[in-house]
């Protein structure tokens, strides 16, 4: 009675319960997760609302139909909403990696079921056997503190409440209540590196010290204090590096070189630059260069990390070109167009301009598009031509500044201006002209 009231009061510590929470419990008919589902059903009186989810992979031939019907029968007994995937010949199984796709496969059935059923937290059955066997394969891969420190027992609305128990403690809950539960027996087979160490390494280190797992969950408990409070500075550090203009996140590359390849590290992998040697090259790239992640652009700006979401919006906005006008009518003596009418981004431009053009000298139709390598013109006021990469530099414009920046040009793609800031000469207006093209733009 004591143990099933430590891990009912282990349950509501973790979860808190409001009478908004809803939970899907993922259940396999092992003894943990039909403990995890035993429990909840104890409890919902206290207005517990949740249902079970169980995969049947038809990896084990009859035995995986018994599992489902001890978890379906359960939840018949007591009236719980059940929900099934039954592996078929359409979720086709890869030659290896089987744990990965059987992985991701279930959390895919779940995600679908809580969106359909409105079910917020997912609840899953692991416990202290299962958190030292990751601890021990983070080990083996150098994962750092955050590997060390284990599986979450709240993560993303992911509940893991038997995390303080051990599988044996499972066992003698699971007997005394008389709980069904079937054994996995493919968890016998040290196939896999997890059933590995499960079956080889953990009975020999439970062997050195009869308090071993006590020992092993204070150590993970110290661990995760540690991880909490250095991620608490390293966000803290990030803060005081961190500025903000209206589209995009800025961190100081000066102040974070102050700081560790660590602490660099830590702050960058959250947007999606995860490799250590990436890093290194981040901070010793040249003004202009770009990284990507699956989510973020980072450009390096001076002594600036700018970042940049990355949208489909965006990638289609840069490489659209705009029709500006397509001819000249030249039975009239002027033509004006406003830009306001025909840029969607016009509050980018924050200067008032009217560019003058002798019709008669332009190449149509005339177009607008952002900046590409080699560009050039004969910007007014200055004599010979220039690289408009240049002309960006002796402007000091950010990087951020230049990819907002439309140039004009013509049919031969030739740069008739920088929109606002400069016009070219070679086809302005001039004493001889007849025919007038004038564009403007008024704040």
């Not at 991620?231 to 070189?257: A, G, P």
């Not at 008032?352 to 149509?364: G, I, N, S």
Request: hydrophobic content about 35%; charged content about 35%; glycine content about 2%.
């Amino acid at each position: 009675m004591l143990k099933k009231l430590s891990f009912k009061n282990q349950l509501q510590n973790l979860i808190h319960q409001t009478e908004n929470e809803t939970f899907l419990l993922a259940v396999s008919g092992g003894a943990d997760s039909m403990v995890l589902a035993y429990l909840f059903n104890e409890l919902r009186d206290s207005g517990y609302k949740f249902q079970v989810a169980h995969i049947n992979y038809h990896l084990r031939e009859e035995d995986s139909d018994l599992d489902q019907k001890v978890v379906q029968d359960f939840c018949k007994k007591n009236d719980i909403k059940f929900h099934l995937y039954e592996v078929s010949e359409k979720d086709q199984k890869p030659e290896n990696s089987i744990q990965l796709w059987a992985r991701e496969l279930r959390y895919n059935f779940f995600k679908q079921i809580q969106e359909q059923e409105n079910l917020e937290f997912l609840v899953t059955a692991h416990h202290l056997n299962d958190q030292l066997e990751t601890f021990i394969i983070n080990l083996s891969k150098a994962a750092g503190i955050n590997g060390l420190s284990g599986i979450p027992a709240n993560d993303n609305n992911i509940l893991r409440p038997l995390l303080n128990f051990t599988k044996e403690e499972i066992y003698e809950l699971a007997k005394e209540n008389e709980i069904e539960y079937r054994e996995d027996l493919s968890n016998k087979k040290s196939d896999y590196l997890r059933n590995k160490i499960r079956n080889e390494i953990v009975p020999k280190l439970l062997e050195t010290n009869e308090h071993f797992l006590d020992n092993f969950k204070k150590s993970s408990s110290y661990l995760n204090q540690t991880k909490d409070f250095v991620q608490q500075q390293i966000q803290e550090i990030e803060n005081r590096s961190t500025t903000f203009n209206k589209y995009h996140k800025i961190l100081s590359k000066k102040q974070l070189n102050q700081e560790s390849d660590f602490v660099k590290f830590e702050i960058l992998k959250k947007y999606g630059f995860n490799q250590e040697e990436e890093i290194s090259k981040i901070f010793k790239a040249e003004k202009g260069s770009s990284f990507f992640s699956k989510d973020y652009q980072l450009i390096i700006d001076r002594d600036e990390l700018i970042l940049k979401t990355k949208t489909e919006d965006e990638e289609q906005n840069w490489e659209k070109e705009i029709l500006l006008i397509e001819n000249f009518n030249f039975s009239e003596n002027q033509i004006t167009i406003n830009l306001e009418d025909n840029i969607e981004d016009i509050e980018e431009i924050n200067k008032d301009f009217e560019w003058d053009f002798d019709a008669e000298k332009l190449h149509f139709p005339l177009r607008l598009r952002r900046q590409t390598d080699g560009d050039e013109f004969y910007p007014i006021g200055f004599s010979g031509k220039k690289k408009v990469s240049k002309f960006f530099r002796d402007e000091k414009l950010s990087i951020l500044a230049r990819q907002k920046i439309w140039l004009l040009t013509d049919s031969e793609n030739s740069v008739l201006g920088i929109v606002p800031y400069r016009q070219d000469r070679r086809n302005s207006k001039d004493e001889n002209t007849q025919k007038i093209l004038k564009i403007y733009n008024k704040k």
